[in-house]
């Protein structure tokens, strides 16, 4: 981690009116690669993340403390409280607004309209505004008025539908991927029209559906059908178009193993002195093997039940065959590769100590550096208000008394 040094967005203003996931998650990327990201969250309450718990931090006072959920997606930022419902707030973003390089919300299509806070309002005042919105399924279509939850759109998405064992009723995901998945490609694509805006001077209207992002995702399993309209089902842990590649029994657990090809498919089976499979002709090809699955697995499955965990981990390192053990969570970050890497990121934010995940970018010149810990709700609404409108004390108080802020 860099001290001090500024990240490759530095000199960029992002102001986030977004919540929960997929908005934070975006703008959160954007402030661990160096960009000024205000948020701005409704007075008393701020983001809906701070209360989902628990867990919640505990604050030196003894008191109830913020979620970790809002931790999660919150690093790096400023927030601000602005009550955007008032005549006087919305008047308060909208400058903002105007001395900004990106805008990122995820209300409902048309809803910041009424507020003077849409995208032909702010880019009238601002051309070269880069206005990232994040629906559900999108500005345009007979689906945008509807809302999008992340459950709802794996379901709708077509990711539940491929998801847990066959036979079995389809399950979610272990985290909100949706929403992160949207969150992602919407850094992608602000990232891409900040540099049009630089090149060109002209902002645009970034459109980033739930809905889109998780059919893209699909990947394999979306192109598959179209190639062959074969609709892919569910089938747990193992993979549609590989084999073996998928959890095998341990004496004390689980290890998936993941081949890639004939090749190390031949290594495993050196590896657990099984030769017989080696040259097995149902097993010669990975077609084969996909269409001999069950005979496969029964047959390595009777092999490594007899190891332990740690003891195939290293024989399958040893060969150059992919593997590893089924994690916990607290086990993620045991990992001495997780340690070695710096995983877990620790930042003051005054007596508490929060820590979130590392970011996943690594750049070799412009590194991520943490600077700011998740903001406490409004800590920094003054600070902005007169560094950035120039308000005066009196400003700020008329503003405190309507209930703009």
Same mark, same amino acid.
């Given at each position: ?5 500024p990240?490759?967005?530095?000199g960029?203003?992002v ?6 996931l997929?908005g934070?998650?975006?703008t959160q990327a ?5 960009a000024e990201?205000?948020?701005?969250e409704?007075?008393g309450a701020?983001?809906d993340?701070r209360?989902w718990?628990?867990?919640?931090a505990a604050e030196?006072?003894?008191?109830r403390?913020?979620a970790?959920?809002?931790f ?8 601000i409280?602005?009550d955007?419902?008032t005549?006087?707030?919305a008047d308060?973003?909208?400058r903002?607004?105007a001395?900004?390089?990106?805008l990122v919300e995820?209300f409902?299509v ?8 849409d995208y032909p309002?702010?880019?009238a005042?601002?051309p070269r505004?880069?206005?990232a ?11 945008a008025?509807r809302?999008?939850y992340?459950?709802?759109?794996? @379901?709708?998405g077509?990711?539940m539908?491929i +998801?847990g !064992?066959?036979? #079995?009723p389809p399950?979610?995901?272990?985290? &909100?991927?949706a929403?992160?998945f949207?969150?992602?490609?919407a850094?992608?694509a602000i990232? @891409?029209?900040l540099l049009?805006a630089r090149? +060109?001077g !002209?902002?645009q #209207?970034?459109d980033?559906?739930l809905?889109e &992002?998780q059919?893209?995702?699909?990947a ?5 059908f179209?190639?062959s309209?074969?609709v892919p089902?569910?089938?747990?842990a193992v993979?549609?178009?590989l084999a073996?590649?998928?959890?095998l029994?341990?004496?004390?657990g689980a ?5 890639g ?16 499979l080696?040259t097995?002709?149902?097993?010669g ?8 699955r069950?005979a496969l697995?029964a047959?390595?499955?009777a ?5 332990t965990?740690?003891?195939l981990?290293?024989a399958?390192d ?5 593997c590893g053990?089924?994690?916990t969570i607290?086990?993620v ?5 997780a340690k070695?890497?710096g995983l ?10 929060v820590?979130?995940v590392?970011?996943?970018m690594?750049?070799?010149k412009?590194?991520?550096d943490?600077?700011v810990?998740?903001?406490v709700?409004g800590a ?13 004390d009196?400003?700020i108080?008329?503003?405190r008394?309507?209930?703009a802020?």
């Open positions: 981690m860099a001290e001090n040094h990240g490759p967005l530095a960029v203003t102001l986030d009116l977004s919540r929960v997929a934070p998650w975006a954007l402030a661990d690669l160096g990201v205000i948020k701005v409704r007075p701020g983001d993340t209360h718990g628990p867990p919640f030196a006072d003894g008191s403390g913020d970790a959920y809002f999660a997606a919150n690093r790096g930022k400023r927030s409280t602005v955007i419902a005549p006087e707030g308060v973003v909208r903002l607004a001395k900004a390089d990106v995820n409902k048309g809803g910041l309209q009424k507020y003077g806070l309002s702010l880019a005042a601002n505004l880069v206005y919105s994040i629906t559900g399924f999108g500005q345009t279509g007979p689906d008025g809302a999008g992340d459950v709802m759109i794996q @379901a709708v077509g990711l539908s +998801t !064992e066959a036979g #079995r399950v979610k995901v272990g985290v &909100a991927v929403d992160l949207a969150g992602l490609y850094s992608n990232l @891409a029209a049009h090149a +060109t !002209e902002g #209207r970034v980033i559906a809905f &992002a059919a893209a995702m699909l394999n399993q979306a192109t598959g179209l190639v309209g074969e089902r569910a089938l747990g993979h549609p178009n073996p590649y998928q959890p029994p341990t004496s004390d290890l998936v193993v993941a081949v090809n004939d090749g190390q498919f031949l290594a495993l089976c050196r590896a657990l002195g099984a030769d017989d080696a097995d002709p149902r097993f090809a990975n077609a084969l093997r996909v269409g001999h069950a697995t047959a390595l499955e092999l490594t039940v007899h190891k965990t740690r003891e981990t290293s399958l040893a060969a150059g065959v992919p053990p089924i994690n607290d086990q970050f045991a990992e001495p590769q070695a890497r877990v990121v620790e930042q003051a934010r005054g007596d508490l100590t820590r979130t590392a970011s996943p690594r750049l070799s412009t590194p991520v943490y600077q810990p998740p903001p709700l920094d609404t003054e600070a902005v208000l007169r560094g950035r409108l120039g308000l005066s009196a400003e108080e008329r503003l008394a309507s209930g802020i």
